[in-house]
């Protein structure tokens, strides 16, 4: 047995152990050889030391997978996968590639490991019982999966809030009397929801100011940077934004894209969260979008939201560390 660096030639057993030993016995998504060459190989972030294959003569035994956003000291590598087929597991292999990953991490200059939703190699997951209907990244290692045992097997401790991912059909979804009767009650005290106009609207910065959440006004100046930008609703009094969701998109596997929603702390306290969120499942629904899902922390105040409007748990992930 020995470990050496990803290489081309090993990629067919790699994508066959995957889909034999992997995919059917866990919520992850299989791959095509195509698929798995744009996901990892061709990735600006794939680095071959962190790519490691456990082979006995030419056969693949295994392999696992590191990762880092960027080497400062500061932030935490991560740990992808590590895999061993199943006639070759409980001998120690795994233990042993995630060892030397581990090692390679350190000398890179890592201090830590966190297995959560930064890890810039995502997995796409399939909702139990609802294939294909699926989410573009898990957000953490499943509970009581055989990886989470494994982990802390090899002194991995839960660090952080439980991410909990939420789903719901929402082709039969239609907009809640309470709701209706909301957005009445609030649209008499002036308070509206709406598409974004450019041109009617104001006030993105001081929300997400007030909101401490530079990722979403990144995430609308992207938006608004395209030709073309997505549609994305809005709370507004007298033009001036005081809530926020979206953008509308549809992914190809007709899921709803989710970014994230917020209202104003000054707008808080009026049912507005609620509103915005069901306008969205609507909008998402009438955008061609058959279902959607999303993660959240397990002390987010949001997921009552996301309750509320029907949404169901239906996984939860540990965020898990380890000090190298």
């Known amino acids: ?90 001998q120690g292999f795994g233990t042993k590639m995630l060892h030397e990953l581990e090692l390679r991490l350190k000398k890179m200059g890592k201090k830590f490991i966190r297995e959560l939703f930064l890890n810039p190699f995502q997995l796409e997951w399939y909702i139990p019982g609802h294939e294909p209907h699926d989410h573009p990244n898990a957000p953490a290692i499943p509970y009581h999966s055989p990886f989470y045992f494994f982990l802390i097997n090899n002194g991995y401790i839960i660090d952080g809030q439980n991410q909990d991912a939420f789903y719901q059909d929402i ?29 009617k609207h104001h006030g993105f910065e001081s929300l997400f100011k007030a909101l401490n959440n530079d990722l979403w006004l990144q995430t609308v100046n992207n938006n608004l940077a395209l030709k073309n930008p997505l549609k994305m609703l809005v709370v507004h009094k007298d033009g001036e934004i005081l809530g926020w969701t979206g953008p509308l998109k549809t992914e190809n596997s007709k899921r709803g894209y989710f970014a994230g929603i917020g209202i104003h702390p000054n707008a808080q306290g009026r049912g507005l969260g609620k509103s915005l ?26 997921r009552k939201i996301y309750l509320n409007a029907g949404f169901k748990i239906i996984e939860s992930f540990a965020i898990m560390r380890k000090d190298l």
């Open 171 to 199: 082709r039969k979804y239609k907009l809640p009397k309470h709701i209706e009767e909301l957005n009445c009650k609030n649209m008499n005290d002036g308070y509206y929801i709406t598409e974004y106009d450019p041109n």
């Open 277 to 302: 969120f069901a306008e969205l499942i609507l909008h998402s629904k009438n955008n061609g979008a058959h279902f959607m899902t999303l993660f959240t922390g397990s002390q987010n105040p949001a």
């Open 1 to 90: 047995m020995e470990i050496i660096n990803y290489q081309d030639k090993y990629l067919d057993q790699i994508v066959e152990i995957w889909n034999m030993d992997v995919a059917p016995q866990s919520i992850y998504k299989s791959f095509t050889k195509e698929k798995f060459v744009k996901h990892f190989i061709n990735h600006p972030l794939f680095d071959p030391n962190l790519f490691l294959i456990l082979k006995k003569d030419e056969e693949v035994i295994g392999f696992g997978h590191g990762a880092y956003q960027n080497l400062e000291s500061t932030t935490p590598g991560f740990i992808t996968f590590v895999v061993v087929k199943n006639a070759f597991q409980r």
